[in-house]
């Protein structure tokens, strides 16, 4: 009977000893990213790891190098080192099908960051509104040229957007073309070359390269002979250093022409002090990953979320139910950060932030 007893105590104490163990040791975060290539994802990467490790989290983070496959293996790799939670960058969205349902057998949630998954298994979506990234942009443009006062004056403009495997890109291009395409069927606005649909104006990779040989060509068939060109609408910064480079190099005007950017990179910033680039819509990543941890803390303690979540960020975002679909009918619940336009006007805005400081040769540098 002793024995037994004996027994049933050691036992019952080494349940304990485990549950302890159990709720003693840190969750772990998986936190994927797409690349290193692009400034933001260097500073996503680096304050989700941040925060997330003050807040007692242990984490795994990895770049793919905008290679799909790579991210596949990468998750994989999280998933057998026992991560409790995902955070994902994708850099396709169609792409990430059976590693998402290794993850959904796993019983391991994902927050799609920023970028959405086409797949059931993601719980949360945290981004900005992308649409109205794009609306910022194309509202630039409106009211750079003064469109809505034009009466007969044209102006001719090119776009230039994102990578079709990215799910955002249709959002910032439809957001920009929707304010603007009333001025184009107006003929206030001409597209010279003809190139509007988003297919033909995408970029692969978000790749500066791929813009600059696009826009040089470009330049050179409809733009050699003196037209002028008023505007390219550019979805992000990678692509508007691309474009910027373009016309310095191959257009032969000498008018300002109207270029539009997003992220706040500091090169694209000191295109902005320079006049090659004329705004870029900022998105606070470090804010961005405040939301993703709050969120991620909230999944982990099984509280309930929704809108009173979402207003105790301290940071403005929305709570969405109804903007993004991971598959056809299937809602993603999202948590919607508010973008904002930068110009040379209010760089000191950025300064504000904490995250930028001015230097003395009046070009923005990141904040130590
Ligand atoms: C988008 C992202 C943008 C931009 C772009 C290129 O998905 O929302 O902020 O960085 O990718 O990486």
Redesign the pocket.
């Known amino acids: 009977m002793k024995k037994l007893l004996a027994l049933v105590l050691s036992l019952v104490m080494m349940c304990s000893c485990i549950v302890m163990a159990s709720a003693e040791a840190p969750a772990k975060i998986g936190i994927s990213m797409?690349?290193q290539s692009?400034?933001?994802?260097n500073r996503d990467g680096s304050y989700l790891d941040e925060q997330f490790k003050s807040a007692g989290f242990d984490t795994i983070l990895t770049y793919s190098d905008n290679d799909s496959g790579r991210q596949v293996n990468d998750i994989q790799n999280m998933l057998s080192d026992g991560v409790n939670l995902l955070i994902i960058?994708a850099i396709d969205g169609e792409a990430l099908n059976t590693v998402m349902d290794e993850a959904a057998e796993a019983g391991v949630p994902v927050i799609a960051y920023?970028?959405l998954i086409m797949n059931d298994a993601v719980s949360y979506y945290v981004?900005?509104d992308?649409y109205t990234?794009g609306t910022l942009q194309g509202q630039y443009v409106e009211t750079a040229l003064d469109l809505a006062n034009a009466g007969d004056k044209t102006y001719n403009i090119e776009f230039t957007a994102?990578?079709p495997a990215?799910?955002?890109?249709g959002y910032?291009f439809g957001g920009a073309y929707d304010v603007l395409k009333g001025y184009i069927e107006a003929g206030t606005l001409k597209v010279v070359s003809g190139q509007t649909e988003f297919s033909a104006v995408a970029t692969a990779a978000?790749s500066t390269d791929t813009a600059l040989n696009r826009a040089s060509n470009l330049l050179a068939s409809y733009y050699a002979d003196g037209t002028v060109l008023d505007a390219w609408l550019c979805?992000?910064?990678?692509?508007a250093m691309g474009v910027a480079q373009a016309i310095e190099s191959n257009y032969a005007g000498n008018n300002a022409v109207v270029v539009t950017g997003?992220?706040g990179d500091i090169a694209n910033l000191a295109n902005i002090v320079d006049g090659k680039q004329t705004m870029t819509?900022y998105?606070n990543?470090k804010n961005e990953a405040v939301v993703t941890l709050a969120l991620a803390k909230a999944m982990i303690a099984n509280e309930e979320i929704g809108e009173a979540l979402a207003s105790s960020f301290g940071v403005a975002c929305a709570y969405d139910v109804e903007s993004y679909e991971t598959s056809e009918g299937h809602k993603c619940p999202s948590f919607l950060l508010v973008p904002s336009v930068i110009t040379k006007d209010n760089l000191q805005e950025l300064v504000d932030t904490g995250l930028y400081v001015m230097g003395d040769d009046g070009y923005l540098k990141a904040a130590e």
């Open positions: 797409p690349t692009l400034e933001r994802w960058a920023d970028r981004s900005f992308n990234v994102g990578d990215d799910n955002n890109a910032f978000w979805s992000n910064d990678s692509t997003q992220d819509v998105k990543v």
